[in-house]
């Protein structure tokens, strides 16, 4: 069975929607949040495979946001479409390039084996190298800083995608970071063994959950989820 990181951590986002996703493989519905993602990944990578230069990603944004961004983008019913804009606008007048780093993959499709029943299948956003051949993987990232407790949660993403990295370049990335955009923010974390362990137990811990699991409960605590974020917002019985 393929599972993607994605797939595992819907499932105690909300079973409920997991399975309407995954098992009864309803379609849902988009959202202005995922849509503002999508573009500037998309002008990242196509900045890293040098189909754009520099002098062309604040117009390549601009134009792209009014294209992309189809609604207001509200949290609350407060508007921040216009913050988002000024953000990317900030993001890209001021960037120069991977951190001094050597692109040598964006995104990278990949799939590698958790055990001999499960493999792990995902997109890395960016492979680099710093000036001493020390891999680095990147996700691009549209939110804010993580706390202490989401960085190790989410790190187990990167955790997970350095197995696939090792497995083609022959060695682990030398650090594992997440550039969130929005902030003009570099989170670098240090490659831990240990933290790598954790990840993979976590991967196959959890599919043992989905596997096992019989009543996928709905999951309403999360008001930003069920209202912003939920594939199935409109027509949730729960919600």
Not at 82 to 98: A, E, H, R
Not at 134 to 148: A, R, T, Y
Not at 172 to 201: L, M, Q, R, T
């Amino acid at each position: 069975m393929q599972y993607s990181f994605s797939k595992l951590t819907s499932f105690y986002e909300c079973p409920y929607a997991f399975y309407r996703n995954y098992q009864k493989k309803e379609i849902g519905i988009d959202n202005q949040f995922a849509s503002y993602g999508i573009l500037v990944h998309s002008i990242l990578e196509r900045y890293a495979k040098g189909e754009l230069s520099l002098n062309q990603l604040v117009d390549e944004f601009s134009n792209g946001f009014e294209m992309s961004i189809s609604e207001p983008i509200v949290m609350f019913g407060r508007d921040l479409t216009q913050s988002y804009f000024d953000k990317g606008v900030d993001f890209f007048s001021n960037f120069n390039g991977f951190w001094g780093l050597k692109p040598l993959e964006s995104e990278y499709q990949f799939e590698t084996k958790l055990d001999k029943d499960n493999s792990l299948i995902g997109i890395i956003d960016l492979v680099a190298k710093d000036d001493d051949d020390n891999l680095i993987i990147i996700d691009h990232k549209s939110s804010s800083k993580f706390s202490k407790k989401e960085l190790k949660e989410k790190a187990r993403q990167l955790y997970l995608y350095s197995k696939a990295v090792k497995e083609k370049y022959g060695k682990f990335p030398k650090e594992v970071w997440f550039n969130h955009f929005k902030n003009s923010y570099i989170e670098k974390i240090k490659f831990s063994d240990s933290d790598y362990e954790e990840a993979i137990s976590w991967a196959l811990e959890t599919i043992n959950k989905i596997e096992s699991c019989i009543d996928f409960e709905p999951n309403n605590t999360d008001k930003f989820m069920c209202d912003y974020l939920c594939d199935y917002r409109e027509n949730c019985e729960y919600k």
